[in-house]
């Protein structure tokens, strides 16, 4: 079944994007990658470590910028010129690559983003010709803000980053979807397969996940579990469930039973 | 000889030797890596690295990409 993902300009055929943080090593994050069947991952910017250390491999030396799409993200910025400062740097870091992930944050405990930072973010860099995916809040009057400001999806949260709690607003996820012309992907939250599955069967287009693969006990097995937990999320919301009924309904004949 | 200056790298402050930025990327182990480097909050495409002369105090940002969500 062809079902392709459109975000912006691109197409990608997996509705499932990764993260690269908290692995192992670099080797557990590619082989992760590689089992997920992910076509788009993200990338944080940092320092580079210019000490003793600078020898040590790089995380693009691993994961080719040529075969995935890279999505570097803004995480850990709490002002939108932090985070459009990062997403200059990262354009050259990729040879004016313009996709990015737009996160600004609002507090270091929940990590909910602040949302005025965000949308005041998301306006100078599409202004600035970048392809913004945008983190946000699953409130759906600010993703509609953020979709009519001009980001190519609209990233809600399904519950706090790294949480692992799941889907905890299945109804805003609805609303939004609903409201939105651009993908929505969940982004934050998921803990297991199951949530993954409950996304997509609501609507999503597709979800960005990392803890719940890097913090597995086999984080290779669950990024093929999740693989299959998005793809059998989206066939059954193509599929269309059956009604919720609050009564019985057999599924054998009564026609012909025995006596 | 260039002249030596002082600067603010990566958060730290920093003595160099030269004031060519090309100086800095070798020292730094950096050539035929992939990073980012941002003056004074404006980024120095790499086209300019060669030529780029550091000023003293100059707020120097070195960047790669890393693990991330």
């Given at each position: 079944?062809?079902?392709i993902?459109?975000?912006?300009?691109?197409?990608?055929?997996?509705?499932?994007?990764?993260?690269?943080?908290?692995?192992?090593?670099?080797?557990?994050?590619?082989?992760?990658?590689?089992?997920?069947?992910?076509?788009?991952?993200?990338?944080?910017?940092?320092?580079?470590?210019?000490?003793?250390?600078?020898?040590?491999?790089?995380?693009?030396?691993?994961?080719?910028?040529?075969k995935?799409?890279?999505?570097?993200?803004?995480?850990?910025?709490?002002?939108?010129?932090d985070?459009?400062?990062?997403?200059?740097?990262?354009?050259?870091?990729?040879?004016?690559?313009?996709?990015?992930?737009?996160?600004?944050?609002?507090?270091?405990?929940?990590?909910?983003?602040?949302?005025?930072?965000?949308?005041?973010?998301?306006?100078?860099?599409?202004?600035?010709?970048?392809?913004?995916?945008?983190?946000?809040?699953?409130?759906?009057?600010?993703?509609?803000?953020?979709?009519?400001?001009?980001?190519?999806?609209?990233?809600?949260?399904?519950?706090?980053?790294?949480?692992?709690?799941?889907i905890?607003?299945?109804?805003?996820?609805?609303?939004?979807?609903?409201?939105?012309?651009?993908?929505?992907i969940?982004?934050?939250?998921?803990?297991?397969?199951?949530?993954?599955?409950?996304?997509?069967?609501?609507?999503?287009?597709?979800?960005l996940?990392?803890?719940?693969?890097?913090?597995?006990?086999?984080?290779?097995?669950?990024?093929?579990?999740?693989?299959?937990?998005?793809?059998?999320?989206?066939?059954?919301?193509?599929?269309?469930?059956?009604p919720?009924?609050?009564?019985?309904?057999?599924?054998?004949?009564?026609?012909?039973?025995?006596? | 000889?260039?002249?030596?200056?002082?600067?603010?790298?990566n958060?730290?402050?920093?003595?160099?030797?030269?004031?060519?930025?090309?100086?800095?990327?070798?020292?730094?182990?950096?050539?035929?890596?992939?990073?980012?480097?941002?003056?004074?909050?404006?980024?120095?495409?790499?086209?300019?690295?060669?030529?780029?002369?550091?000023?003293?105090?100059?707020?120097?940002?070195?960047?790669?990409?890393?693990?991330?969500?």
């Amino acid at each position: 079944m062809s079902d392709i993902l459109k975000i912006g300009e691109r197409s990608f055929s997996s509705r499932l994007m990764l993260g690269t943080g908290k692995y192992k090593d670099f080797q557990e994050t590619k082989d992760a990658i590689s089992a997920s069947g992910a076509e788009i991952v993200t990338v944080a910017i940092r320092r580079t470590n210019l000490g003793q250390n600078s020898n040590e491999p790089n995380l693009l030396d691993f994961i080719d910028p040529e075969k995935w799409t890279i999505l570097p993200n803004t995480a850990g910025c709490f002002t939108a010129d932090d985070a459009i400062r990062t997403c200059q740097l990262s354009r050259e870091l990729l040879d004016g690559k313009t996709f990015v992930k737009l996160e600004v944050l609002g507090d270091e405990e929940n990590l909910f983003p602040n949302m005025s930072e965000t949308i005041k973010a998301a306006q100078v860099l599409i202004d600035e010709g970048f392809e913004v995916l945008v983190y946000c809040s699953d409130d759906p009057i600010f993703c509609k803000e953020l979709d009519d400001a001009g980001c190519v999806a609209i990233m809600p949260l399904a519950s706090p980053i790294g949480s692992g709690l799941g889907i905890i607003n299945p109804y805003n996820l609805s609303m939004i979807i609903e409201d939105s012309q651009k993908p929505v992907i969940v982004d934050a939250g998921v803990g297991t397969a199951s949530d993954a599955s409950i996304a997509m069967e609501l609507g999503c287009d597709g979800i960005l996940m990392n803890t719940a693969v890097a913090m597995a006990q086999d984080p290779i097995l669950m990024a093929s579990a999740m693989k299959k937990a998005v793809l059998s999320g989206r066939e059954a919301f193509l599929a269309g469930r059956m009604p919720k009924k609050s009564y019985g309904s057999a599924s054998s004949p009564k026609k012909g039973l025995i006596e | 000889m260039p002249p030596k200056v002082e600067v603010i790298l990566n958060g730290k402050h920093k003595r160099l030797e030269s004031n060519k930025l090309s100086d800095l990327i070798s020292i730094s182990n950096l050539e035929n890596k992939r990073f980012a480097i941002e003056i004074n909050n404006e980024i120095v495409p790499k086209s300019q690295h060669d030529s780029f002369l550091i000023t003293n105090q100059d707020k120097i940002e070195i960047v790669e990409a890393v693990g991330g969500g």
